[in-house]
């Protein structure tokens, strides 16, 4: 079984400030695929990274950045010069591949909830 | 491009009333969808998946069904709500291949009374 921990349920900050949500993850599977979702208090989860497990190279999006590292079962993700539109609760999660299909179902984390403030 | 619907948005339902949210897929053929369910405070759970017409696995006892009449249509249904079915449920829909990140509709809000 698969299993996501964001050990840290809500994390404040001000603006302007660097900040970096954890997540660990456990699956026996050699293949799974990482991914990191926003849900805004509107409540939609928006996607906003995938990573593979064969792909250990770190991404960066704006500021937005990720940091994978098998050896540790991390996917953490930073914002850095965090901003008030950046407040929102943010998961982590993970699917594992099968070969000849399969439903490829997340597992998700508790989620993170991010505050912005002023 | 691919877009995905969910109604209603919120819904107000007595114990014990039947139910059904509707999901389409509008863009794309032949995708997996999905439902979870995020409890207040919780994560999001993985109810049912489907990986084509009439196709529906479920990933957890529940007293809740789920349909797939259409290619591009979900429908998440109960007889007889419980208390416990309160929360937000979410459609998702993803292409074939693992790597695929899966897509969500805007939710809806069921709170039973």
């Known amino acids: 079984a698969q299993k996501v921990t964001q050990a840290q349920t809500e994390i404040s900050v001000v603006e302007k400030e660097d900040v970096t949500l954890d997540c660990v993850y456990e699956t026996r599977d050699t293949t799974y695929y990482l991914f990191w979702y926003k849900q805004p208090p509107s409540g939609e989860l928006v996607f906003l990274i995938r990573?593979?497990?064969?792909?250990?190279q770190n991404e960066i999006s704006g500021r937005y950045s990720w940091n994978f590292q098998k050896s540790t079962s991390s996917f953490n993700f930073t914002i850095t010069a965090s901003q008030v539109v950046d407040s929102a609760v943010y998961f982590c999660a993970l699917s594992v591949g099968r070969s000849g299909g399969g439903a490829d179902g997340l597992t998700f984390g508790k989620g993170t909830h991010l505050i912005i403030q002023p | 491009s691919q877009t995905i619907h969910q109604w209603p948005a919120t819904l107000v339902q007595p114990v014990g009333s039947p139910l059904s949210l509707e999901c389409t897929v509008e863009?794309?053929?032949?995708?997996?969808l999905y439902w979870y369910r995020q409890a207040a405070g919780r994560g999001l759970q993985l109810l049912f998946y489907?990986?084509?017409?009439?196709?529906i696995s479920s990933e957890v006892p529940q007293n809740l069904s789920a349909s797939r009449p259409q290619d591009r249509q979900f429908i998440l249904s109960s007889k007889k709500l419980l208390l416990s079915d309160s929360g937000f449920y979410l459609c998702?829909?993803?292409?074939?291949?693992?790597?695929?990140?899966?897509?969500f509709g805007d939710g809806t809000r069921l709170s039973i009374l």
């Open positions: 489907s990986v084509g017409i009439g196709q």
């Open positions: 990573r593979n497990s064969f792909d250990e």
């Open positions: 863009g794309t053929s032949n995708p997996n």
């Open positions: 998702a829909w993803k292409g074939k291949g693992s790597n695929q990140p899966q897509h």
